[in-house]
């Protein structure tokens, strides 16, 4: 595949509002390098490539945080986002989760009452340098039994209405949760774990965000069960063929299945290597067959 290919090549959709390409980046792996400066060259890197939806949140920090990896001073996405792209382009959306606050000695926290949320999306805000955010995922831990995300999700469309926040999404969330957040206000995403090999019960979910209309946006589609751990090596017999039938790599292949799965699905791949996000971005030109994606399906 040539490799200076923008992020237009997956197409478009819409988030609220606004419209962006279906290649996003996600910036949680920006914190795990020492080196501040690579991470700003990643980050212009990808808008130069036509990436306007960048995924962030308060808690993607190292050292810690997310990843539990690094030393040294602490590094925010959401503060290397402002410095790279601030003042930032008219096109670009950043995209932010609350729902959890990152502690630097004691890890991550869930904190769900409306006076902890308001405080993690001013947090968002004065780290990102905004009067407002222009997306923000309601970030949950998804229990067994039944829950409410209406509290929750009540708070931040207070912030909405108060022009804090402009458009508002949901994050590792059941579709009981959906249906209840959008009796309240818009939902303009899900963003929940899905991949290729790690798709647990979420095939209809992805159907039903399409019928309705709502962009499905996957985190770890690289990463698969590895999650945190980074992207797969380990590539099945399937997803190697497919790969040299298109002269790509097999996490091209896995980020063209993701994009494969509706016009409404987004990707936001993470890397913090220069040369991974030109080949991630380039993924989005990356066209399967009805052959090679029921393969994929079986493997």
């Given at each position: 595949m040539p490799?200076?290919?923008?992020?237009?090549a997956a197409g478009r959709w819409t988030l609220g509002d606004r419209t962006v390409h279906r290649m996003?980046?996600?910036?949680?792996?920006?914190?795990a390098h020492p080196d501040r400066d690579r991470a700003l060259r990643v980050l212009r890197r990808a808008v130069e490539l036509g990436v306007d939806h960048i995924d962030t949140a308060a808690f993607y920090v190292s050292p810690g945080g997310t990843l539990k990896v690094g030393t040294g001073p602490a590094r925010y996405a959401t503060e290397l986002i402002r410095a790279a792209l601030a003042p930032y382009p008219e096109e670009l959306v950043v995209a932010t989760k609350v729902?959890?606050?990152?502690?630097?000695?004691?890890?991550?926290?869930e904190e769900t009452g409306p006076a902890q949320l308001r405080a993690q999306v001013e947090e968002n805000l004065r780290r990102l340098g905004r009067d407002h955010l222009d997306l923000v995922n309601l970030r949950i831990v998804k229990r067994p039994a039944p829950d409410s995300v209406a509290e929750r999700f009540g708070a931040l469309a207070d912030l909405r209405d108060a022009g804090l926040i402009r458009h508002l999404g949901l994050s590792n969330v059941r579709l009981?949760?959906?249906?209840?957040?959008?009796?309240?206000?818009p939902v303009v995403c899900v963003q929940n774990n899905y991949a290729l090999d790690n798709r647990g019960d979420q095939d209809a979910l992805v159907r039903e965000c399409g019928a309705r209309g709502i962009a499905y946006v996957p985190f770890f589609a690289l990463a698969g069960a590895n999650r945190e751990g980074g992207a797969r090596?380990?590539?099945?017999?399937?997803v190697r063929?497919?790969?040299?039938?298109?002269?790509?790599?097999?996490?091209?292949?896995r980020l063209a299945w993701t994009l494969h799965q509706g016009p409404h699905v987004l990707a936001i791949p993470?890397?913090?290597d220069p040369a991974h996000l030109v080949e991630n971005v380039a993924a989005g030109a990356l066209r399967l067959t009805p052959d090679e994606l029921a393969a994929l399906d079986r493997s």
């Open positions: 490799t200076e290919i923008t992020a237009a996003g980046f996600g910036s949680m792996r920006l914190t729902g959890f606050r990152a502690d630097p000695t004691t890890g991550l926290h009981d949760h959906l249906d209840e957040a959008q009796r309240i206000a090596t380990d590539h099945d017999a399937a063929a497919v790969a040299r039938a298109h002269d790509a790599t097999p996490q091209q292949v993470g890397t913090g």
